[in-house]
Nanobody, 123 residues
């Protein structure tokens, strides 16, 4: 499966963006996760959703401001970012794989990654 992330851009603090992750070739794996990486920092878990359905999980740092949704007819997973802050600035990656509950917040739980899309939040 190939993943393509899109939708990033420059937005003012308080604004919103919707990122998309399109799967091609095959469908998503068990989990579809979003991670982000700011310059000089490690890749950080943002949220994840089971592709077949079920609860979504979010990092505490974004909980209440982020929503992950799926469109199974289009093989797309969305990451809605609201009330953006300058500290949300990062490259956002989508990923998929057969993570299990204990690894779904870890990059090692995902085997396929998209190329990333830049989100920049100005103050």
């Amino acid at each position: 499966v190939q993943l393509q992330a899109s939708g990033g851009g420059l937005v003012q603090a308080g604004g919103s963006l919707r990122l998309s992750c399109l799967a091609s070739g095959r469908t998503f794996g068990r989990y579809v996760g979003w991670f982000r990486q700011a310059p000089g920092k490690e890749r950080e878990f943002v949220g994840t959703v089971p592709w077949s359905g079920g609860n979504t999980y979010y990092a505490d740092s974004v909980k209440g401001r982020v929503t992950i949704s799926r469109d199974k007819t289009k093989n797309i997973v969305y990451l809605q970012l609201n009330s953006l802050k300058p500290e949300d600035t990062a490259v956002y990656y989508c990923a998929t794989g057969n993570a299990i509950y204990s690894t779904m917040t870890l990059p090692s739980g995902y085997s396929r990654w998209g190329q990333g899309t830049q989100v920049t939040v100005s103050s």
